[in-house]
Antibody, heavy 124, light 110 residues
Framework: QVQLVQSGSELKKPGASVKVSCKAS????????INWVRQAPGQGPEWMGW????????TYAQAFTGRYVLSLDTSVNTAYLQISGLKAEDTAVYYC?????????????????WGQGTLVTVSS | QSALTQPPSASGSPGQSVTISCTGT?????????VSWYQQYPGKAPKLMIY???KRPSGVPDRFSASKSGNTASLTVSGLQPDDEADYFC??????????FGGGTKLSVL
């Protein structure tokens, strides 16, 4: 079955770190890049960045530099999002999403497979 | 760059059509043909409904169509059905390392 399965909910204190995993199955992991999207409660989504599934090279949106690290472990078909120095405003659902392959089009923003989301709650 | 602007809500009766707008700028929606639309049920992950402004992925009903004029993209849902009731988000490429989302529109089927 083609799917992305994310790790479970996390409750963290301010200043702590969290690492969210996103395990792919049912397709060739190296053929599709992985993006990450944050959705705060009651808000629209925000694109955080993406990681190249072959090279492991991450690219970050401007608002997500510094405390955020995207990484891969291709041996287990898994992508990771690590956030350090957690703040209350990091409380959100974090999604990994597979970038579509669209033939000759770059189809930016087309994500055809999503993980179920991981709720990260930051509270003292 | 700011998020794209969507109306917070839209509604229609079963069988009717409803159109949801997504307004950006010439640096994003108006500058590229990379607008996507997503459907999201509460507590669920988004589902891709439209990409590259007008293209439907396999499996998406042709009741869902989309277009763009200038800096505004639009999603039209025809023949409204009860399970179309969901949140809808637009996205647009905004240049290198920029992908913007709209704030979302809650579609109600009355």
């Amino acid at each position: 079955q083609v799917q992305l399965v994310q790790s479970g909910s996390e409750l963290k204190k301010p200043g702590a770190s969290v690492k969210v995993s996103c395990k792919a199955s049912g397709y060739t992991f190296n053929n599709y890049n992985i993006n990450w999207v944050r959705q705060a409660p009651g808000q629209g989504p925000e694109w955080m960045g993406w990681i190249h599934s072959n090279t492991g090279k991450p690219t970050y949106a401007q608002a997500f530099t510094g405390r955020y690290v995207l990484s891969l472990d291709t041996s287990v078909n898994t992508a990771y999002l690590q956030i350090s120095g957690l703040k209350a405003e990091d409380t959100a659902v974090y999604y990994c999403a597979r970038k579509s392959l669209c033939g000759s089009s770059a189809c930016y923003g087309a994500f055809d497979l999503w993980g179920q989301g991981t709720l990260v709650t930051v509270s003292s | 760059q700011s998020a794209l602007t969507q109306p917070p809500s839209a509604s229609g009766s079963p069988g009717q059509s409803v159109t949801i707008s997504c307004t950006g700028t010439s640096s994003d929606v108006g500058g590229y043909n990379f607008v996507s639309w997503y459907q999201q049920y509460p507590g669920k992950a988004p589902k891709l409904m439209i990409y590259d402004v007008t293209k439907r992925p396999s499996g998406v009903p042709d009741r869902f169509s989309a277009s763009k004029s200038g800096n505004t993209a639009s999603l039209t849902v025809s023949g409204l059905q009860p399970d179309d009731e969901a949140d809808y988000f637009c996205t647009s490429y905004g240049g290198t390392n920029v992908l913007l989302f709209g704030g979302g529109t809650k579609l109600s089927v009355l």
